[in-house]
């Protein structure tokens, strides 16, 4: 077998006596989805915060490409090859939508330090920009200000940014939240085709989604995995259903 | 409602208008004050790139500004005693040339900035706040004391440092020069905004997150506007100095620290011309009203507080609301 892309070893947190993450280990190998399900507060967001940055696990982990990351900022694991999306959109809200992608083009390509030129007259960075923003469907919309965009649109631009790092495994938290059927429709498409250019670890409440989209799943229950496998082996799993489907769906 | 173009050209033009009215009129007074505007307009720009692009609320840039001016005190200070300055290695002559002076200003005040920032940067909020004041009071209570230079009596410089080719001792021509600096500022300024640069930076004071999630780190961001910032009050400080023929401690207080941010708030912030439009603002104030009762500024803060409340986007704001886009 091939070495994951991204695998946690033991990933641990609490919040105090909360344990938010209790000795995760996952990977994400080469061309697929891994859904990670799970009842609210389970950990997910957590668990992706530690992968990327954002939060120091008490014990284990991160390995990118066979590289132990855990130690790394969160700007030096996204040039090592982790894109991002946020569950709770983080986007610069007073600018357009081309600006932000044009921030992710930015961020792969080319460094910050220049003081001169438009950065809109880049058209390196505006090219990956507006392919990245068709690919997502928000092209039409490049030059609305986020701030006037509705929610299944930021999540849109959210997954147009991730696009523009061209990253080595995509990590995603809910990226269908709140964009209605026809947009969970179209968001499952792209994200269908795009496990071939790099895995998805994908966190996503929509049941529908992930059963059509997932090569494995992980659900976790109060920070500990309970149970991997493939969609038929979890929706079999009596355990599974107990703790979570049983309730939700 | 007018264009944000249209704006920035009616008030930079107003300035050059009223010096010029100002010379024909015989006026050499109000050229002064409109130098004042011009040199308080510098320290606020540089000031608008941390606090409006950069969203550093700086309670310090009194530091920068008093830096620039003792940079110049010191320098023609020792130009004008005929005696040499000793840097402790070794010893550099004073001098009494602005280009010079300006340079050193900006040099020293962005070395100060490097070095607060990279202190200061670490917190956020209100912290930041009272971090870059307390520096900027050190510098205060320094000066305060450094009986070489002064002392709380500050410094008096007897003739105006000099520019090649021109007479600085002229008003008009010291203020031809102080207006060209502004403009190359607020160039500045413009450039950088829509640069790459300013997007990252615009970017990290939105969404920090954002701005690490995709490689790049805000903190590095933000110390470089920071410096850059920290490098123009610096050079108007010195400009300020020149202007007074005098530095003082008072360069360093708080309320300059405070002054500056107020121009901002009420020209509009993070708005290119938004300083500009503070600084005739507050000058005026202080000129009119300030003759008129010595409570002026319980106006400026009544003003003040109208625009908080009332009009974030200050006068610019209301003059020309911000659209955001482009082709
Ligand atoms: N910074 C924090 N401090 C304290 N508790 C936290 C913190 N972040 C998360 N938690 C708690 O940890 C638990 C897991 O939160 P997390 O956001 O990871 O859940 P989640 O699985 O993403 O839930 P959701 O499905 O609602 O997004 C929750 O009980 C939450 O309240
Ligand atoms: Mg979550």
């Not at chain 1, 961020?107 to 058209?123: E, I, K, T, Y």
């Not at chain 2, 608008?48 to 005190?73: E, R, W």
């Not at chain 2, 900035?113 to 004041?133: D, E, N």
């Amino acid at each position: 077998m091939t070495e994951p892309i991204l695998e946690t070893r033991g990933l641990t947190k609490s919040f105090g006596a909360l344990v938010a993450g209790d000795d995760i280990s996952i990977d994400l190998r080469k061309g697929e989805i891994h859904a990670i399900i799970g009842p609210n507060g389970a950990g997910k967001s957590t668990l992706i915060q530690m992968i990327c940055g954002g939060l120091k696990p008490d014990a284990g982990q991160v390995r990118l490409m066979g590289r132990d990351v855990t130690g790394d900022s969160t700007a030096s694991r996204a040039r090592a090859g982790l894109g991002r999306t946020f569950q709770i959109s983080a986007l610069a809200m007073e600018n357009s939508v081309l600006q932000n992608a044009m921030l992710g083009a930015m961020g792969a390509l080319d460094h910050p330090w220049r003081f001169w030129r438009p950065v809109l007259a880049r058209s390196d960075l505006r090219d990956r920009a507006e392919a990245c923003l068709d690919r997502a469907g928000l092209l039409e919309l490049r030059s609305r200000r986020v701030a006037d965009l509705s929610h299944g649109e930021r999540r849109q631009l959210e997954l147009a940014v991730a696009l523009t790092l061209q990253p080595r495994a995509f990590v995603m938290d809910e990226p269908m939240a709140g964009l209605g059927a026809g947009g969970s429709a179209r968001m499952t498409e792209v994200l269908d085709a795009l496990r071939a250019e790099a895995p998805i670890l994908l966190v996503e409440h929509d049941m529908d989604a992930v059963f059509a989209l997932a090569d494995r799943i992980s659900v976790l229950v109060y920070g500990r995995v309970i149970a991997t496998g493939s969609v038929g082996e979890i929706r079999a799993n009596a355990a599974v259903r107990e703790a979570y489907l049983g309730e939700d769906a | 409602m007018i264009s944000e173009r249209m704006l920035n050209l009616t008030v930079i033009g107003g300035l050059l208008a009223v010096a010029l009215a100002a010379l024909v009129l015989d006026q050499p007074f109000t050229i002064t004050l409109a130098t004042r505007v011009a040199i308080l307009s510098l320290a606020a720009v540089g000031l608008n790139i941390a606090l409006g692009l950069g969203g550093l609320v700086s309670f310090g840039h009194a530091a920068f500004f008093g830096i620039g001016g003792y940079a110049m005190g010191i320098l023609a200070y020792h130009a004008q005693t005929y005696t040499p300055l000793d840097l402790g290695l070794f010893t550099v002559a004073g001098t009494k040339s602005m280009p010079v002076i300006w340079l050193v200003a900006m040099v020293l005040s962005a070395l100060a900035a490097l070095l607060i920032g990279l202190l200061a940067l670490r917190t956020s909020g209100v912290y930041f706040i009272m971090i870059t004041l307390a520096f900027a009071q050190m510098f205060y209570y320094f000066t305060l004391s450094w009986s070489a230079y002064g002392g709380e009596d500050g410094l008096s410089i007897y003739i105006r440092n000099g520019f090649p080719g021109l007479n600085t001792l002229v008003p008009i021509q010291f203020f031809g020069i102080c207006f060209v600096i502004l403009c190359a500022a607020l160039y500045l300024f413009h450039r950088l905004e829509h640069a790459p640069f300013g997007l990252a930076l615009g970017s990290a004071r939105q969404a920090p997150m954002r701005v690490e999630t995709v490689g790049l780190s805000p903190m590095r961001l933000r110390l470089v506007a920071f410096v850059l910032s920290g490098a123009i009050t610096g050079l108007a400080g010195a400009l300020f100095a020149d202007l007074n023929r005098f530095v003082s401690p008072t360069m360093f207080s708080w309320h300059m620290s405070g002054e500056l941010i107020v121009l901002i708030i009420l020209g509009g912030v993070a708005r290119l011309i938004g300083p500009v439009i503070g600084a005739v603002l507050f000058v005026v104030l202080e000129h009119y009203l300030g003759g008129m009762t010595e409570f002026w500024k319980i106006w400026l803060g009544v003003i003040l507080l109208l625009i908080v409340l009332f009009a974030r986007g200050g006068v610019a704001g209301l003059l020309s609301p911000r659209k955001v886009g482009h082709d």
